[in-house]
């Protein structure tokens, strides 16, 4: 069985006029140091699984993509993107096709161009498909049953080497109350990964919480890449939200029955707080946005 190497990048959160993301991030410096953090190294994809902008417009996503396009190709790699909650589908359509731009990607049936940003390429034998966890206007995020019954079908066949799914908004559960109003929705989660169950997936690639977790669910790694923007604090007050200025990423390499990932986070500046939301602040947020309402 061939390898597969996999530079596993989320959240880039770029604006097209280079504004600095909560007036604070150089989002642009924060890619520039994650690429060059494994640059001595070869992949086969680069992913960037959603939030690829933060504004949604087509210069934000020719700027993302002007970056890590030609880094990736001087690697033997290939860029690979996913909606988020935060992209705009017309724009990021635009720009980057249905996030396998140099490949031949294939439109799933069902699923209109105004719809989710859904793609399948057979790569070497191996099966990478993009789904879209986005709903346009919310921060949360679903599945809708077209996406679940294609990748349903799609897996009744297993590929040579197998499959990776890559989504925005992780089929686990979050670190604290904001990100939880914020997750996928739980009904669609859980049938993802009855789906999955039992079948050629290695590997679920996601973003959306921007810290590293990996969990096993059904057999089969669950991997939420750090952010590139920020670093959410994972273990303060669950009440609270809050980020630090640094980058991390994860490189993910399915090698035979084994399926190994390394996260890696850089703070930039040990004390710099990108923001911070009391608790008051949080419960009004998710009752403006959260899944409720």
Not at 6 to 28: C, E, K, N, Q
Not at 81 to 90: I, Y
Not at 225 to 246: C, H, K, Q
Request: hydrophobic share 40%; no cysteine; aromatic share 6%.
């Amino acid at each position: 069985m061939s390898a597969l190497r996999i530079l596993h990048l989320s959240d880039t959160h770029f604006s097209g006029d280079g504004g600095r993301h909560y007036g604070v991030v150089d989002t642009a410096e924060h890619l520039r140091r994650a690429l060059s953090h494994v640059g001595h190294l070869t992949f086969d994809l680069v992913v960037v699984s959603g939030d690829v902008s933060q504004d949604g417009s087509e210069e934000s996503y020719r700027q993302v993509r002007d970056a890590v396009t030609p880094w990736a190709r001087a690697r033997g790699a290939r860029a690979v993107f996913a909606m988020g909650n935060h992209d705009q589908r017309g724009a990021f359509r635009a720009v980057l096709g249905s996030g396998q731009p140099d490949a031949d990607e294939q439109q799933p049936p069902g699923v209109d161009l105004d719809r989710p940003v859904v793609s399948l390429v057979d790569q070497d034998g191996w099966r990478i498909v993009v789904l879209d966890t986005s709903v346009p206007g919310a921060g949360y995020g679903s599945l809708e049953s077209e996406q679940l019954s294609f990748l349903k079908e799609l897996l009744a066949e297993p590929a040579a080497h197998g499959t990776v799914v890559i989504v925005h908004h992780p089929p686990l559960p979050a670190q604290t109350a904001l990100l939880q109003a914020l997750a996928l929705d739980d009904h669609d989660g859980r049938e993802l990964l009855d789906i999955v169950r039992g079948t050629d997936v290695r590997v679920i690639l996601s973003g959306h919480y921007h810290l590293p977790i990996t969990e096993i669910v059904a057999g089969v790694p669950v991997t939420v890449a750090p952010g590139v923007t920020n670093l959410a604090r994972a273990f303060a007050d669950p009440a609270e939200e809050s980020a630090i200025d640094g980058f991390g990423g994860s490189v993910v390499t399915i090698d035979g029955d084994r399926v190994r990932i390394v996260p890696f986070v850089e703070r930039l500046t040990p004390d710099d707080v990108v923001f911070h939301y009391d608790a008051d602040v949080v419960a009004q947020i998710i009752q403006d946005a959260g899944r409720a309402n």
